[in-house]
Each structure stands twice: as structure tokens, then as C-alpha cells.
């Protein structure tokens, strides 16, 4: 059985996951100082982008405070390369066998990401009682995550895709709900003009979400 106490640690860390995609390394430590200056200590920094593993590498070097969880991990290739950096959880928006053999390998925690009943309950087989549900908005939302929670009734999901600070409020009300996952709060253009005073109010905004 998978043990995903560490895992059940860090997703109670903030209300909201920050989906990171950097485009510039540079970028990756003033976004994490600003994340944590409004109260949010935990990011996925997701590997959609050559910047990604790079931008992890700095901050968990740099910045110790903020918990880095790697996203997008598609390949077992990856799993190992992000644990070899240390990222202290692992994301994917689905599974696979040779992705679910590298987290059975490895000491950092994995949130695999499932859409259907089908996809959960194979999770769950393995021990996941924790789950992404991915793509949220577009694989039915909340009348979807109220549907599979009355039959499937031990996992616990961070809906990813789609989320807003308009309806993180009503995901978070789900009682099979313990986080949610979005980008909202590093827009691109925030980024790009190093506004991390405006990411810094949308971190603290987002913080105050009540679960």
C-alpha cells in the first residue's frame, strides 16, 4: 500500500497549488518569494517548459521556506530527474505503469491525475487515496467530483484545469476536496513584467480561501 501521509502533509498546506509554468529561469526565485510572501508554501513547477527543471533547481535552493512539487512529470525519466533535484512531490495529469513504478521507487510523494470512475478506482487499487483531478472544468467539475465521491467515497482530489478564484470557493467546499490547483495567481503578464508585488496580492487573496 502507498503511503501518501507526507503527501496528505503537504497538500494541507495552502487551499490553492499555484501551477507554475516559467518561460525564464530568472524569474523562478522572485516568484517564489512573492508566492510566499502572500502566504502561499507550496508550488508545482510544472516541466511544460525548458526553463521548468531549472527554475525548480533554484528554488529549492534558494528558496527554503517554499515547499517545490514538480508537475507534468510525464515519464519515469522525469520522476528521477526531478527527485534528483529535490522536489519534494511529484504531479502528473494521468498515470502510467512505468510512472507509477518510478514513484513506487522513489521516497518523493506522487499525486497521479485521473478524469473518469475507471481511472480512480485503478488509483485507488494502488493505494492512492489521494488524486489530481485533471482536466477539472473540462471532465464535468463539480457535479463530476459529487457524482464519483458518493460511490468512491475514500479519495481525496485536487482538481486542477480550469479553476478560478470565481469557483476555487465552491471546489473547496467538496468534502472529498483538500486543495485546488491553478495559475490565476501568476499571470503572464505579471511574469513577464516582474510584478511580484501584483503575485504577491493575488497569492495573499488566494490564501485566504477557506477550505
Not at 485507488?124 to 467515497?153: R, V
Amino acid at each position: 500500500m502507498i503511503d501518501q501521509g507526507r503527501l496528505a502533509e503537504l497538500l494541507a498546506i495552502s487551499p490553492v497549488i499555484p501551477v507554475l509554468t516559467i518561460e525564464d529561469v530568472a524569474h523562478a526565485v522572485p516568484l517564489a518569494r512573492a508566492l510566499l510572501e502572500g502566504g502561499i508554501g507550496v508550488v508545482e513547477v510544472t516541466l511544460r517548459t525548458r526553463a521548468g527543471l531549472p527554475a525548480m533547481a533554484a528554488m529549492v535552493a534558494e528558496v527554503p521556506g517554499m515547499v517545490v512539487g514538480a508537475g507534468t512529470v510525464l515519464t519515469a525519466a522525469q520522476y528521477r530527474a526531478v527527485d534528483e533535484i529535490g522536489a519534494q512531490f511529484v504531479v502528473s495529469p494521468g498515470s502510467s505503469p512505468l510512472v507509477l513504478e518510478a514513484a513506487a521507487r522513489s521516497k518523493v510523494p506522487f499525486l497521479p491525475g485521473a478524469a473518469t470512475p475507471t481511472e480512480v478506482l485503478h488509483l485507488l487499487e494502488g493505494g492512492y487515496l489521494l488524486q489530481k483531478f485533471f482536466p477539472a472544468e473540462p471532465a464535468g467539475g463539480i457535479p463530476m467530483l459529487k457524482a464519483i465521491g458518493a460511490p468512491i467515497t475514500d479519495v481525496r482530489f485536487c482538481p486542477t484545469g480550469g479553476i478560478t478564484l470565481g469557483n476555487a470557493r465552491d471546489y473547496l467546499a467538496l468534502a472529498n476536496v483538500v486543495c485546488v490547483g491553478g495559475s490565476w495567481l501568476t499571470p503572464a503578464d505579471a511574469m513577464r513584467d516582474g510584478d511580484w508585488r501584483r503575485i504577491t496580492a493575488l497569492a495573499a487573496e488566494a490564501a485566504a480561501l477557506k477550505r
